[in-house]
């Protein structure tokens, strides 16, 4: 499988990178079933898990630990923090005070001695950036992190940890960790090239959209899938955006033909070919999932497909709000951007 630089590091990852979101409660609870699915993953020669704390309250992080067991040197082992962890209000964000606290669950969870790559899962706005990178240096400077790196931060919040991380001494973050993929297109208007300015390594999280490009939701929605899970506003079957994703698939489909490849290869290649992307995240939460993924690593677009796909779907075009996955707080609540006096 091919390698990419990551950001600037020296550190070189797979293409393609296992997301262990569905470990645990949240999607698979057979601990020896995703040991399985990690171990096929590293013989395949994906060579970077990405989980967090927040997974099934922490079950994700301990089931990748345990799977890595004997070989944690062959992983480049990535994690967050910032979501709540507990009803404790200072048991989430980007504070000092939880940061050297949720690094230190991380690694007994996870069973080892440091993590390769540590992100803030989110911006956090109640908290000097200042603050946040401090703490996360002091982790790097302790041996405790080799590299952090940042998860759906909007272009300017990375202008400005760079920024402070030059001014202030404080180590630079090498990597983001942003939603991408056909439908899913933001990132190309301002993230993606800012990580190109900044030297920042890509990790593009959804590329299948939820499960929309492996083309499962074509007709109805399959009973334990996403969708029959979440079910509400724009995640509803019949939403609008639902009802225009699935008058694409058919398109995208004739397309993945064309090139040799089917959907999901399709899908995965498509997040591969920009230039700004290291590696992409993949989730299996079966070994059926993981074997129908794994053969994307191998697939090449042209330019004339990518055409085609733009066609589509026109370049930094996200479909459904839904899946903006972070917006200011005055876009969300009124009360923000507003005077009150």
């Known amino acids: 499988?091919?390698?990419?630089?990551?950001?600037?590091?020296?550190?070189?990852?797979?293409?393609?990178c296992l997301g262990a979101m569905s470990f645990g409660s949240m999607g698979n609870a057979d601990a020896e079933d995703c040991a399985r699915i990690v171990h096929r993953a590293l013989d395949a020669g994906i060579t970077m898990i990405d989980t967090a704390d927040v997974y099934s309250a922490g079950e994700s992080e301990r089931i990748v630990g345990e799977a890595i067991k004997g070989r944690r040197d062959d992983v480049v082992l990535a994690t967050k923090l910032?979501?709540?962890?507990?009803?404790?209000?200072?048991?989430?964000?980007?504070?000092?005070?939880?940061?050297?606290?949720?690094?230190?669950?991380?690694?007994?969870?996870?069973?080892?001695?440091?993590?390769?790559?540590?992100?803030?899962?989110?911006?956090?706005?109640?908290?000097?950036l200042d603050e946040t990178l401090g703490a996360l240096s002091d982790l790097v400077r302790q041996g405790k992190v080799l590299m952090t790196g940042t998860s759906t931060f909007p272009a300017e919040k990375l202008v400005?940890?760079?920024?402070?991380?030059?001014?202030?001494?404080?180590?630079?973050?090498?990597?983001?960790?942003?939603?991408?993929?056909?439908?899913v297109r933001g990132i190309e208007r301002d993230v993606l090239p800012t990580c190109e300015r900044y030297g920042i390594?890509?990790?593009?999280?959804?590329?299948?959209?939820?499960g929309w490009l492996?083309?499962?939701?074509?007709?109805?929605?399959?009973?334990?899938?996403?969708?029959?899970?979440?079910?509400?506003?724009?995640?509803?079957a019949d939403s609008p955006a639902a009802e225009r994703k699935r008058a694409l698939l058919p398109e995208l489909e004739a397309i993945a033909a064309d090139a040799g490849t089917d959907l999901i290869g399709l899908a995965l290649a498509f997040t591969l070919a920009h230039p700004a992307v290291t590696s992409t995240i993949i989730g299996p939460r079966t070994m059926e999932q993981l074997e129908s993924q794994l053969p994307a690593a191998e697939v090449l677009l042209d330019a004339a497909v990518l055409d085609r796909i733009d066609a589509l779907v026109p370049?930094?075009?996200?479909?459904?709000?839904?899946?903006?996955?972070?917006?200011?707080?005055?876009?969300?609540?009124?009360?923000?951007?507003?005077r009150t006096s």
């Open 315 to 338: 370049p930094g075009t996200t479909l459904a709000r839904a899946d903006i996955a972070y917006e200011p707080r005055a876009i969300r609540h009124a009360a923000a951007r507003r």
């Open 201 to 210: 390594g890509a990790i593009v999280w959804s590329p299948l959209n939820g």
């Open 214 to 236: 492996t083309g499962k939701y074509s007709h109805e929605v399959p009973e334990g899938s996403r969708f029959s899970r979440l079910g509400r506003g724009s995640w509803r």
């Open 82 to 128: 910032y979501n709540p962890m507990g009803r404790d209000p200072n048991h989430r964000g980007s504070s000092r005070r939880w940061i050297v606290r949720a690094c230190e669950d991380s690694l007994r969870r996870l069973g080892t001695d440091h993590i390769d790559l540590y992100q803030l899962h989110r911006p956090d706005p109640d908290t000097d």
């Open 1 to 16: 499988m091919e390698t990419r630089v990551l950001g600037g590091s020296g550190v070189r990852v797979s293409t393609l």
């Open 160 to 183: 400005e940890a760079q920024w402070c991380a030059e001014r202030r001494g404080h180590v630079r973050p090498r990597c983001e960790q942003p939603p991408y993929s056909v439908f």
